[in-house]
């Protein structure tokens, strides 16, 4: 099935990515990152994130002279979804390095930022892509990176 983002481009709906939808992800991630406020560690990241009907929410991470009210891109992501009132998402996008614009590294998301994607994505389906270009990432699940993760489902 074919679903129209929130630039009028189609990307794909089904279980497995289309490979052009990966790439419009990075790239979104890319582009993404190069908002990112990080004038403390001047490691920049961007991530985009897919929802199930097919727009691309975008974030970056954003530090504070207070260090502890920092955010991660991942989670700028997710709560301006959330906050928009969407809750079902697919998978996510990630591109982190030092500042620049060279992509050096895989940038694997952090434990808090596993947990909130926990908290509303299945672990099993949920895929998580890490990428240096947008020819160049790996995906994983959830599940891979947060086995054995406590969620909702624990409180039922
Ligand atoms: N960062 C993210 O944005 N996502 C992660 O998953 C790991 C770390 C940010 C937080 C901080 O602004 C900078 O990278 C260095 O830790």
Request: hydrophobic fraction near 40%; include cysteine; charge should be negative.
């Amino acid at each position: 099935m074919k679903q129209t983002d929130v630039n009028n481009i189609n990307v794909e709906c089904t279980d497995k990515l289309a490979q052009e939808t990966i790439q419009k992800m990075i790239a979104e991630a890319i582009c993404a990152r190069k908002n990112s406020y990080a004038p403390y560690s001047n490691y920049q990241v961007g991530a985009a994130l897919l929802t199930a009907d097919g727009q691309i929410i975008t974030g970056c991470n954003i530090e504070n002279a207070a260090y502890g009210p920092s955010n991660c891109a991942e989670r700028t992501a997710f709560f301006k979804a959330v906050s928009e009132g969407i809750r079902d998402f697919r998978a996510i996008a990630i591109v982190g390095s030092p500042k620049g614009d060279v992509l050096m590294q895989y940038a694997y998301p952090c434990g808090v930022c596993r947990q909130v994607m926990m908290e509303f994505c299945s672990p099993s389906d949920f895929q998580i892509i890490v990428a240096q270009a947008e020819e160049d990432y790996r995906i994983m699940t959830l599940m891979e990176l947060l086995p054995e993760g406590f969620g909702p489902e624990n409180l039922h």
